[in-house]
């Protein structure tokens, strides 16, 4: 019995982490053997050397396994070949290619320089008048312009094999390209940049990274925040798993507390999951939006105190 509770309760905790903290505990295990390899005898070197890569993918298969049986309630519901593949995959992996997909579609629009999908009707609360993203989105077309031709300088000084300097720029040049497309096409989705209230529901919409709506019904107060998303965890014991961040770049300063039996679900980073408890949010007027809340009743935060 003893066994069996801890193995439930490690499959929770792996339940509970994302793939991406996963991703970046594999790799930090990865770099941490390489790191240690280095300090010892090349006898004791030699037999780490497969656990270097054996580590990373024994986590990853265990994340896996640990959602095994979401997958196999998957697996019943699919029809045909290609939804029983897909749904053996993990929803993060296969929201990864939608968005991919989305956001290179965005591009092409940004090309042909059609106009975004129009803000959706109602109260508008806006996201990018006094938000940060606009200045992030010309700040990485200015990084990724300035990059090219200094690791073509750098590249030229350092490496002096011809045929292993064009690999490093071809896989630099695609990289550059490719953050190049997100940026853009990101851009092109998040267009006005507004979550909306009508009809008694909040339209969530940034972009085609989160989408959804919430019955105002369905909200239990609104909070301000003024704290890191990992401070203010923190602060009130809640684990990652139990929050949600629909911000397009900037630091949240407002959460929605949803009621337990909200049954709100929502599309975010295109996996359509159930809301957590606390949705985090960044608007320009987070006062607006806590006025709303409660069926119109007396905002629950007001505007932030000048310091």
């Not at 991406?20 to 930090?28: D, I, P, T």
């Not at 312009?145 to 094999?161: G, K, Q, S, T």
């Not at 900037?250 to 929605?256: F, H, I």
């Not at 006025?291 to 119109?296: C, F, H, L, P």
Request: hydrophobic share 50%.
């Amino acid at each position: 019995m003893l066994l069996a509770d801890r193995l439930n309760t490690t499959a929770a905790q792996l339940r509970s982490t994302s793939w991406l903290q996963l991703a970046l505990y594999a790799y930090l295990a990865f770099i941490g053997i390489g790191v240690l390899r280095q300090a010892l005898p090349d006898e004791l070197a030699a037999a780490l050397r497969p656990a270097g890569l054996l580590l990373p993918l024994m986590l990853i298969a265990a994340k896996d396994l640990a959602h095994a049986p979401d997958a196999l309630g998957r697996l019943r519901s699919a029809r045909g070949w290609g939804e029983r593949i897909t749904a053996l995959l993990p929803p993060e992996l296969v929201g990864m290619f939608r968005l991919d997909r989305l956001v290179w579609s965005g591009f092409a629009q940004w090309l042909l320089r059609r106009k975004p999908a129009p803000a959706p009707e109602g109260v508008e609360l806006a996201y990018l008048q006094r938000g940060a993203y606009g200045t992030a989105v010309g700040v990485a077309m200015v990084a990724l312009f300035l990059e090219l031709p200094i690791n073509v300088l750098l590249i030229n000084l350092w490496v002096a094999d011809a045929d292993m300097r064009l690999v490093i720029h071809v896989v630099g040049g695609i990289g550059a390209l490719y953050s190049f497309v997100w940026v853009l096409g990101d851009r092109w989705h998040v267009g006005n940049g507004c979550h909306a209230i009508a009809d008694g529901v909040l339209q969530l919409c940034v972009g085609v990274r989160s989408q959804g709506s919430i019955p105002l019904c369905a909200i239990e107060r609104c909070e301000r925040v003024d704290e890191a998303p990992e401070r203010w965890r923190r602060r009130h014991g809640i684990h990652a798993s139990e929050t949600l961040l629909v911000t397009p770049f900037d630091k949240p300063n407002c959460v929605l507390v949803l009621k337990a039996e909200a049954g709100v679900t929502l599309l975010h980073w295109q996996v359509r999951r159930k809301a957590p408890r606390y949705v985090l949010m960044y608007v320009d007027r987070p006062e607006l939006l806590a006025s709303w809340v409660g069926g119109g009743s007396r905002p629950t935060i007001g505007p932030k105190p000048v310091t």
